[in-house]
């Protein structure tokens, strides 16, 4: 998908971070952008902020825990802007404890906005990219919990790694439509964000790797070189555990 400008996106957990760096992005390539985000207050603020650079943007306050709101916010894009080109699903959030210390509650609460919010955004953009009937690109952000195993993150590790599941069915899914729309999961290392204000790099970095990504398709998008070591480790250790298979006896 090369040409973004008048190309339309949106963007979930827009109002600050990695979703916010996004939009810019996104405005700064002359796209028309949704911002969504359940901080009403920071939202008007980042909506504010782009419409002062001159982004043809839109605020919408949602919550992706809820199926039916992430539903209005797609239909809300199309009705503001007359199509959606490029969905980014990016909202998070994460806790930290021992896996089996974690309270039922705890689980839910990152499971149900980092995975649910993923499906959610997949079951109501896709649809619309689709009927579009224009080049698309959807944009699943997950994390380097996607590839490595991180102690007393278990909610997050197991949502993350469910969305570069997810990511690579809907991808398999659009090829076997002949559907012109890309899917990439974005999997940064230590981003400097509300949620992680002491991370290692700009969101700024994961933004550029994006537009790229959406410009050159590509599947599997790292943004830094954090944890390479431990990810090429943990990729090769399952590789390589396939010749320890004990053969059945016949």
Known sequence: MQMLTGRVAVVTGAASGIGLAISEAFVGESMSVVLADIDAGLLAEAVTRLETAGGNVHGIVTDVRDAEAVDRLAAGTVERFGALHVAVNNAGIV???????LSLADWERVLDVDLWGVIHGVRAFVPR?????EEGHVVNVASMASVTALSRLGPYAVAKHGVLGLSDVLRA???ELGAPIGVSVVMPGRTAT??????????IAV???VIDAIRRD???VF????STAEVEHRLTSIIRSRDDVVQHRS
């Open 95 to 101: 806790n930290r404890g021992l896996s089996w210390e």
């Open 129 to 133: 990219l689709l009927a579009t009937g």
């Open 173 to 175: 899914e659009l090829v």
């Open 194 to 203: 509300r949620m992680n204000p002491v991370g290692k790099f700009p969101a």
């Open 207 to 209: 933004a550029d790797n």
């Open 218 to 220: 590509r599947s599997y």
């Open 223 to 226: 943004t830094d070189s954090d």
